[in-house]
């Protein structure tokens, strides 16, 4: 019967190895794709000003950050 309090050193397990190189793949991935959306030119600039906020407050505003989060989410 194993013992389940044990805490010596487990040795490698090629599960561990490829869980490890998935990782370091999608890390790759992520580094060459990063520069391409950095390098795009913002879609924001061609857009109109935008109108005044409401004197109560509340409402929905395209602001700025609003452009940049929906940018982001676009493919």
Known sequence: MQDSQNTGIKPASRRGFFIGAATAGAAAVA????PKVATEAPVAAATPSLPPPPENGGGYSLSEHVKRYYATTSA
């Open 31 to 34: 580094v060459t794709a990063l």
